[in-house]
């Protein structure tokens, strides 16, 4: 009971990291931004680094949702992801092998029934 706890506590925490890291991600591009500014400046037409900064990070964030739409919407990742965690779970096939247990118990008890 202790070590599912634990497992538990620390699978959370790495949930929480994840995501921190998500926005972690957010600001090392706007710092590089930031620090590519004078160069950026020569491609794109801009004066001021805070007028790049607010240029590329809305286009940067767009950009990182639309990936998102098409890997949800065309790709179906989320449901690939899914199905990969199920293969893997021990929890998920002891339980898938039950319901085929039950299932087969279920047919058998109706073709006796249909029978009679």
């Known amino acids: 009971m202790l070590a599912r706890k634990a497992r538990d506590f620390a699978a959370e925490q790495w ?16 710092l590089l931004v930031i620090t590519s500014s004078d160069k950026l400046k020569v491609v794109i037409p801009v004066d001021y680094t805070f007028e ?12 990182a949702w ?9 790709v179906k990742f ?13 929890t998920w096939n002891e339980n898938f092998s039950k ?3 039950i299932s087969a118990k279920l047919d058998k008890l109706e073709k006796k029934m249909g029978k009679k």
């Open 99 to 101: 319901l085929d247990e």
């Open 15 to 30: 949930w929480r990291f994840l995501l921190g890291l998500q926005m972690l991600t957010l600001v090392n591009f706007v």
């Open 78 to 90: 989320p449901q690939a992801q899914e199905r990969a965690a199920k293969k893997r779970s021990p």
């Open 52 to 63: 790049l900064v607010l240029l590329l990070v809305p286009v940067a964030l767009i950009g």
């Open 66 to 74: 639309f990936v998102g739409l098409v890997l949800e919407k065309y």
